[in-house]
């Protein structure tokens, strides 16, 4: 009996454990709620329990079996001095058709409009950025909630981006993107007009003509 009662004790240590690791501390870096294993997820209007300690990956393998209204929750904490110093943005981006975002039972914001049907969903950005008010926030433990459906596109489930930080680091980010991006191109635009040009210059063979539609 007294075994019993220990391993029983045991697992619900162990249990408590994981369940206080899925609660991820703001400390003024940028957090991507969508890569840790941490989502609920939860469907329709009743909030029926689908799965515990998700990530993107997890939440479109579910959500993308069939339309419905669903909600997705994370906990952070965050200290005082954290609250107070720090200018703290939310970041969604997505092709969800649309979504709510809630902290602590609060609005943030309406992307698009959350509908029941396809006729009363109505298609938000893919990307959007906002101020969250220190109003809005608590010291200790604080539970983010996104309610989205996805009448329209039973496949809008995927989050690339539901993150917390700051402004800068978003742009940051972005800017980072957006210039390799640029880099990439031109490197491809180059490789193109070198072959072209060796093409030309060297009795047009054919191998070089080939290089040139491989890229």
Do not use: P
Not at 75 to 97: C, G, H, P, Y
Not at 178 to 204: C, E, M, P, V
């Amino acid at each position: 009996m007294k075994k019993v009662l220990f391993l029983t004790a045991l697992t619900c240590c162990v249990l408590f454990s994981n369940a206080q690791q899925k609660v991820v501390e703001y400390s003024g870096t940028e957090i991507d709620f969508g890569t840790l294993k941490a989502g609920t997820l939860y469907k329709g209007v009743d909030q029926k329990l689908v799965g515990q300690y998700l990530n993107i990956i997890d939440i479109h393998a579910v959500a993308s079996t069939e339309h419905n209204l669903w909600t997705l929750t994370y906990q952070f904490e965050l200290k005082d001095s954290i609250i107070k110093a720090e200018d703290i943005w939310l970041q969604l981006r997505s092709n969800v058709n649309a979504a709510e975002v809630y902290f602590n039972g609060q609005l943030l914001l309406n992307n698009g409009l959350v509908g029941m049907s396809i006729s009363t969903e109505k298609n938000g950005l893919n990307l959007i950025r906002k101020h969250i008010s220190r109003n809005v926030l608590v010291v200790g433990v604080n539970e983010l909630k996104v309610r989205f459906s996805n009448y329209k596109n039973k496949e809008g489930v995927i989050f690339r981006d539901l993150a917390i930080g700051s402004l800068t680091s978003f742009t940051d980010h972005a800017r980072t993107i957006h210039t390799a991006s640029l880099l990439f191109s031109g490197i491809f635009l180059f490789a193109i007009l070198i072959n072209i040009a060796l093409y030309f210059s060297l009795n047009r063979k054919k191998r070089f003509c080939y290089w040139v539609f491989c890229f």
